[in-house]
């Protein structure tokens, strides 16, 4: 069983940064596909960024597209998302996935962290 903790999340000014990690149980992480995905109030769920099995593949929604940064640590078995330059209508709640068989389905889900930013 694939066990995800999100942390980082937090209050911050427009235009400020933070860094949301996802620690991940197990020992083989290496072998999962991280994928970020974020839901506003009233809003369906919607992708931010994903990062391939090996860190070399990333991929991004055109909203956030030049202000993330998706990365990876294979050795401690976490996920990072740095943002920059937050917009308010980035505020959301903040979640990892973990693609396991490669389909695109993330079958594991972290809890979620609230990232607010403010006007």
């Known amino acids: 069983q694939v066990q995800l903790v999100e942390s980082g999340g937090g209050l911050v000014q427009a235009g400020g940064s933070l860094r949301l990690s996802c620690a991940a149980s197990?020992?083989?992480?290496?072998?999962?596909?991280m994928g970020w995905f974020r839901q506003a109030p009233g809003k369906e769920r919607e992708f931010v960024a994903r990062?391939?099995?090996?860190?070399?593949?990333?991929s991004y929604s055109d909203s956030v597209k030049g202000r993330f940064t998706v990365s990876r640590d294979n050795v401690k078995n976490t996920a990072y998302l740095q943002m920059n330059s937050l917009k308010p209508e980035d505020t959301a709640i903040y979640y990892c996935?973990?693609?396991?068989?490669?389909?695109?389905?993330?079958?594991?889900w972290g809890q979620g962290t609230q990232v607010t930013v403010s006007s």
């Open positions: 996935a973990a693609d396991v068989t490669g389909r695109d389905e993330y079958e594991h």
């Open positions: 197990g020992r083989t992480f290496s072998s999962y596909i």
């Open positions: 990062i391939s099995r090996g860190g070399g593949g990333r």
